[in-house]
């Protein structure tokens, strides 16, 4: 499985959208299957995941948001990014 990172967008900003970690986990361990193993969070919307071959890091985002909506009745919009792009970011941050 590969790595990736998901970046739930507008969770927080300015004292709204406020979730719990714990909530926030609680909901996205239910879209888990041999695809997809949610690993945890950095803050609360930054969230840690793996893959499988068979599936695109858009279609994972995708079912973040639609899991989102329909533990707390409202609209999300998640980004994805491979693990091994982070990696190159950071990288070359160092440099």
Do not use: W
């Amino acid at each position: 499985m590969k790595p990736g990172i998901a970046f739930i967008r507008g969770i927080g900003m300015f004292g709204k959208r406020n979730y719990s970690r714990q909530k926030i986990l609680n909901c996205l361990k239910k879209i888990e299957n041999r695809n997809i193993k949610i690993l945890g969070m950095y803050g609360n919307d930054n969230i840690l995941f793996l893959k499988g071959e068979s599936i695109h890091y858009a279609t994972v985002g995708r079912k973040i948001e639609k899991s989102l909506e329909k533990c707390f009745n409202e609209k999300f919009y998640v980004t994805t990014r491979a693990g091994s792009t982070l990696n190159g970011l950071v990288k070359n941050i160092k440099n």
